[in-house]
């Protein structure tokens, strides 16, 4: 896997880690704030049957980094 490039935190500055993470049998990705906790989407992977197109996990972790790195800085 290629290394990742976070954004610190929009809120604190602090350094940010990309968090694996999942629901029920599901895997996915979460940027999570090391400082202060704040959290960015969490992005699962999806077969398509109920959220249209099919997500990998690898394209789960990029939207999940893409989703961080946008966010305002407050």
């Given at each position: 896997?290629?290394?990742?490039?976070?954004?610190?935190?929009?809120?604190?500055?602090?350094?940010?880690?990309?968090?694996r993470t999942g629901m029920l049998c599901v895997l996915g990705y979460q940027a999570v704030c090391a400082e202060c906790g704040c959290t960015g989407r969490m992005v699962l992977e999806s077969t398509g049957s109920l959220s249209g197109e099919p997500r990998t996990l690898q394209q789960a972790r990029q939207e999940a980094i893409a989703a961080w790195n946008r966010r305002c800085v407050l």
């Open positions: 896997m290629k290394r990742i490039s976070l954004r610190p935190c929009p809120h604190c500055g602090g350094m940010a880690i990309l968090r």
